[in-house]
């Protein structure tokens, strides 16, 4: 699931009054950001939080996120910390350069609408097939559910997570969709899907 900008900002006002640190991990924002329903935008988080990631590695950069400091408060000696505790890379402008190319021309925002279309796609087929699902999303992850004789026979041909057992007979999985999925990929787990369900 995603924040909407209103319980982000019920958020932002409790941590404010109680005077915490509002952190967002935004490894999956850019798919947070184009999912269906979604009603806030990059430019308004820095007014909602102390500080942020823009998750790179899982959308499209070669590794690395962003560290987004929107509170003055912690900017100061930041580099110093980072230095101090083994996290200020030697070659650090190469993540840098990652982030310059995943925003010129709305790349990074591409790549994220790319994952969710294909995990809209696999969504879509599986509920035509009558497949349930544990929770209802909206970005590139999609959590259905199914027989666990059905979840042995996929395992022997993908790989995928395990997100639990929903009861003796059924579990619950994790299909993840990336920039890099490709359509002819999802058609091709859809059919498999068809036929074992119909075995």
Known sequence: TAYNKEELRLLSEFCREK????FMDGARLGSALCSEGNDLTLSELPDLLDAFYIGGTKNGALLGEALVLCNEELKQDFRYHMKQKGALLAKGRVLGIQFLELFRDNLFFDLAIHANTMAYKLRDGLKEAGVPFLSESHSNQIFPIF????????????RFEIWGKVDEGHTAIRLVTSWATREEA???FMKDIRQVLSA
């Open 19 to 22: 005077k915490l640190y509002l």
């Open 186 to 188: 999802v058609a091709s």
């Open 147 to 158: 027989a666990n004789e059905v979840v042995e026979e996929l395992k022997s041909r993908y």
